[in-house]
């Protein structure tokens, strides 16, 4: 029997892991409280002096900061130029499925703050061959950008002696509460590999037997060893630890400030996010709710009954409204990736479908189980508002953007 928050909407079988108290209460609402009750000023004050150990004395760079075009990246960036006063390099991992929106909002964001961006662009024919692998085998096309992300910052810490990585905030905390803020968690291997990659980590796919990506393919994808961390100090901070995180007001802030574009989303109500990505809202998110019972509207209105900005019933119709929304851009990736039977595409898919939310009624069909809170009457409207900056129409031809490689 699924068990749902009775604060905010969460299922007892969310993928991270969530405990519930004798009240019903998920660990995700209780540690949200903390928000309004720790003393956050003395908590900026202690990043600060934390983070000044860390000040190049060759005038170098302070610290390196992983950016993208479209979740936290500018409020991130804003926080170490202007209120921790440090010089970062900031890195971003190519993950392939670009929109015009996430190059023009990545251009603007190093234009706007001053900064020195390094991009990895893996060679993408191994991508390819990796993407496909971990979807057939795991139904996961993010596997690479999740490794990605992390990997490429800390190879970049250790190449570059940087010792200090500036993330946003935890998804673990954000979530699920799987650590109190006080407890100022730090980035680790164990984490990545157990959550942010499912427990599939590079070593498993290159020794599974039906596998045929090589050390060669993935290389760039490995977390450096134990000795290169020590040797280079490397520790990733999270500013969530220390700012009472909130993704809706700081990127209001950025709009204002610095010109942050965004974009209404077709599969959310929440224009600040994902856009950068032609998979994130559609394919990957259709995955998540295939094997998890929940879309990523579900994380964002979870987010907002626990800032009270929604109720816990304006936040089933949102969901409801949302996570029937149908899935764009399958073309797009069934072209990248080289696979043509569309017929058999969604049937791959489609056996993601997990039997605690699923019930197969024949070969190609099934029913999604009436085991939830989304299926709840007496729905209220809700009346939240989120702000549109639209960017640039640059060009009315749809396709992803490689950086470098050009469109291809
Ligand atoms: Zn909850």
């Avoid at 519930?20 to 409280?33: L, M």
């Avoid at 662009?121 to 950008?145: A, R």
């Avoid at 961390?229 to 969530?240: A, E, K, P, Q, S």
């Avoid at 702000?387 to 291809?408: A, C, E, L, Q, W």
Wanted: charged share 25%; proline share 2%; net charge positive.
């Amino acid at each position: 029997m699924i068990q749902f928050c009775k604060k905010c909407l969460y299922p007892s079988t969310h993928p991270l892991g969530i405990i519930f108290n004798a009240n019903g209460v998920c660990s995700g609402c209780e540690i949200h409280e903390e928000k309004f009750t720790l003393d956050w000023q003395f908590r900026l004050n202690k990043l600060k002096k934390l983070t000044n150990k860390y000040r190049s004395k060759k005038n170098n760079y302070d610290c390196i900061v992983p950016v993208t075009g479209g979740t936290d990246s500018y409020f991130i960036v804003h926080v170490v130029k202007n209120i921790l006063k440090l010089n970062p390099l900031l890195v971003h991992y190519n993950k392939y499925y670009n929109t015009n929106l996430s190059i023009e909002n990545l251009s603007n964001l190093r234009i706007k703050f001053g900064c020195d961006i390094i991009i990895q662009n893996l060679n993408m024919n191994s991508i390819k061959k990796l993407t496909k692998y971990t979807l057939y085998k795991k139904g996961n096309i993010y596997w690479h950008c999740h490794a990605g992300n992390t990997s490429f910052a800390v190879q970049t810490s250790i190449k570059y002696k940087i010792p200090l990585i500036i993330w946003g905030s935890h998804q673990g905390i954000e979530q699920v509460g799987m650590f109190s803020h006080k407890d100022e968690v730090e980035m680790t291997n164990r984490y990545w590999i157990d959550h942010d990659l499912f427990n599939f980590s590079p070593e498993k796919i290159i020794n599974d037997i039906d596998s045929e990506i090589t050390e060669e393919d993935i290389n760039s994808l490995f977390y450096p060893n134990f000795k290169e961390i020590m040797d280079c100090g490397t520790r990733g901070l999270y500013l969530g630890n220390y700012i009472p995180w909130d993704s809706k007001i700081q990127n209001e802030l950025m709009i204002r400030k610095y010109n942050y574009k965004t974009q209404k989303n077709i599969r959310s109500f929440d224009n600040y996010q994902y856009f950068d990505c032609y998979n994130y809202l559609n394919i990957h998110d259709l995955l998540k709710f295939f094997k998890h019972g929940y879309s990523k509207v579900t994380d964002q209105v979870c987010r907002e009954i626990r800032f009270k900005r929604i109720s816990r019933e304006q936040g089933i119709s949102i969901i409801r409204h949302y996570e029937k929304k149908k899935i764009s851009h399958i073309d797009l990736f069934m072209d990248w990736i080289g696979i043509k039977d569309f017929t058999s595409f969604m049937n791959l898919l489609d056996s993601f479908k997990n039997e605690i939310f699923w019930r197969k009624i024949d070969v190609k069909k099934y029913k999604r189980k009436v085991c939830s809170d989304y299926h709840k009457k007496n729905i209220k409207k809700h009346n939240i508002a989120f702000k549109n900056n639209p960017g640039k129409i640059v060009s009315s031809k749809k396709g992803y953007i490689f950086f470098g490689k050009g469109f291809i």
